[in-house]
């Protein structure tokens, strides 16, 4: 895999779309998967759940404790991660969700619907690492579809030195002037253990907690998807003889995709009705990645599912 794929700037580049909502900045809620096993922090996205296809299992995000308040945070660690990946990785979460197309390897991001601004952001880190000139990041991107492709309406980013307790930050959002007026749809938040790619160290450890998005009012904010006629949901999950796709409309020509551990893909399959029902008895047990596509191959929904028997 290219180290500049790892980069911030990469991922800012290939753009983003709304999906589901803001949830989970506390990080108090965890979803397991894979094996051997990790957990995935629900409404979020890292390396774990989308490398764990293509056979990569040192896992570069877990549940951190002690928190800063609550149960759990989030740790991420930057590793040297084995084949197909060869490489030192900086661990990422994003606020959304991350598929990989595997051959050739690129990833796509899809933040979270969102139609407020938030002034500044604040929470809680600790930082640790072996190299004196590494640091940990995150970065806010508020955004806008305009038709025919994607305004970024706002930019916020931080950086963070080592420090051995847990330490509140701010950091304030700052808006293009040309966009005032103009209501966001989508926002999407990065976090990265390490911030630059020249310098990334293995066995940089971040831990981050309690997120805040400052000045959006969430009793009335509204998390709708952006095309809320186009939305899917695979279950039961985990599944055993088989699961259902159900769509909230048909006839919008989508392909299902499954992806079984090593990125192979096992099924491919049109959606045509508003409940698909999918026996998967002659499929063996593990997690599956999943992505519904466009004629024109753009990924409009994607997750994974675990086969237990």
């Not at 293009?176 to 007026?181: A, H, M, R, S, V």
Request: hydrophobic share 40%; net charge neutral.
């Amino acid at each position: 895999m290219k180290k500049q794929i790892l980069l911030l700037s990469f991922v800012v580049a290939i753009g983003f779309s709304s999906f589901a909502q803001v949830i989970n900045l506390g990080f108090e809620n965890w979803t397991p998967g894979g094996n051997p096993p990790f957990d995935e922090p629900d409404g979020w996205a890292t390396f774990n759940s989308t490398l764990y296809p293509l056979g990569v299992t040192n896992y570069t995000a877990s549940k951190g404790t002690p928190a800063q308040n609550g149960s759990y945070a989030l740790r991420l660690e930057t590793k040297v991660l084995g084949a197909p990946v060869n490489d030192t990785v900086t661990a990422f979460a994003v606020c959304g969700t991350m598929s990989i197309i595997p051959f050739p390897f690129a990833i796509k991001l899809k933040g979270k619907a969102l139609n407020q601004r938030p002034m500044s952001v604040s929470g809680f880190y600790k930082y640790s690492t072996p190299g004196v000139t590494d640091s940990a990041a995150m970065g806010v991107f508020v955004t806008k579809w305009n038709g025919t492709s994607t305004d970024t309406l706002g930019i916020g980013y931080g950086k963070g030195a080592p420090i051995g307790a847990y330490t509140p930050f701010t950091f304030n959002m700052f808006y293009d002037p040309q966009f005032n007026g103009v209501t966001p749809d989508s926002i999407l938040i990065l976090i990265l253990s390490s911030a630059n790619d020249v310098y990334r160290t293995v066995g940089s450890v971040l831990y981050i907690d309690n997120l805040t998005l400052n000045g959006v009012d969430f009793s009335t904010v509204q998390l709708l998807s952006s095309n809320p006629t186009e939305s899917y949901s695979v279950y039961p999950n985990p599944a055993n003889e088989g699961f259902t796709i159900s769509a909230a409309k048909i006839g919008m020509n989508r392909d299902f995709i499954l992806y079984d551990a090593i990125g192979r893909e096992v099924m491919n399959l049109k959606i045509e009705e508003m409940s698909t029902s999918i026996p998967i008895t002659k499929l063996p047990e593990g997690l599956y990645h999943y992505k519904i596509v466009s004629t024109g191959n753009e990924i409009i929904h994607s997750g994974k599912i675990d086969i237990l028997r």
